[in-house]
């Protein structure tokens, strides 16, 4: 049922417009701290639910965006792999606060890059199954799901955020990191 909950979730539920936030970018300290957990509920976590919609959407190639990223040190985050060729299982657009991973399986390393760590990918080996339990932004409600390849990595990559760790924490070493490529 949760599933199903989080795949029919819309930003529209919350009855705010997003805005669009700047992200922030490494080193700043917002980025190595744990968030705080958040009152789903509350008018200010809807707000920012909204915004980090609003923000992922307008930021090419973004399939994720938490809290810390735009400056708010709580822990929330939005998805939507939709768009991304390699994604197989996806739930739409949804915001989850104060998420955690409940199981995880299948470790696999592939290459991620992040807005907040402009310049350079890496080689970050993530579970390809995961299971998550979160809660749902003006309701509140707890939702438990599972999911996996491409929405399960930016799951994690996101959940990291949250916890105070960019994907770079992830890599093995020096050697995969990698200068963003730009095409044209």
């Known amino acids: 049922m949760s599933s199903e909950?989080?795949?029919g979730w819309s930003?529209?539920?919350?009855?705010?417009?997003?805005?669009?936030?700047?992200?922030?970018?490494?080193?700043?300290?917002?980025?190595?701290?744990?968030?705080?957990?958040?009152?789903?509920?509350s008018a200010e976590s809807v707000q920012l639910a909204a915004d980090l919609v609003a923000t992922m959407r307008v930021s090419p190639g973004c399939v994720g965006l938490a809290a810390n990223q735009v400056g708010v040190?709580?822990?929330?985050?939005?998805?939507?792999v939709t768009e991304h060729p390699k994604t197989r299982t996806q739930h739409g657009t949804f915001v989850l606060c104060n998420a955690e991973v409940v199981e995880s399986s299948r470790n696999e390393k592939a290459r991620e890059g992040c807005m907040s760590v402009p310049d350079f990918t890496g080689d970050?080996?993530?579970?390809?199954?995961?299971?998550?339990?979160?809660q749902l932004p003006g309701t509140g409600e707890t939702v438990e799901f599972s999911t996996d390849a491409f929405e399960a990595r930016a799951l994690q990559h996101e959940i990291d955020h949250t916890d105070g760790f960019l994907?770079?924490?992830?890599?093995a070493g020096?050697?995969?990191?990698y200068p963003r490529q730009t095409y044209l």
């Open 124 to 134: 970050v080996k993530r579970a390809s199954r995961l299971t998550v339990r979160g």
């Open 174 to 177: 020096a050697h995969a990191i």
């Open 167 to 171: 994907f770079l924490d992830r890599v």
């Open 73 to 80: 040190g709580v822990r929330m985050f939005c998805v939507d």
């Open 11 to 41: 930003e529209t539920e919350l009855g705010v417009e997003g805005r669009v936030l700047p992200v922030v970018c490494a080193p700043q300290g917002v980025l190595s701290a744990r968030g705080a957990d958040v009152d789903p509920t």
């Open 5 to 7: 909950r989080v795949a």
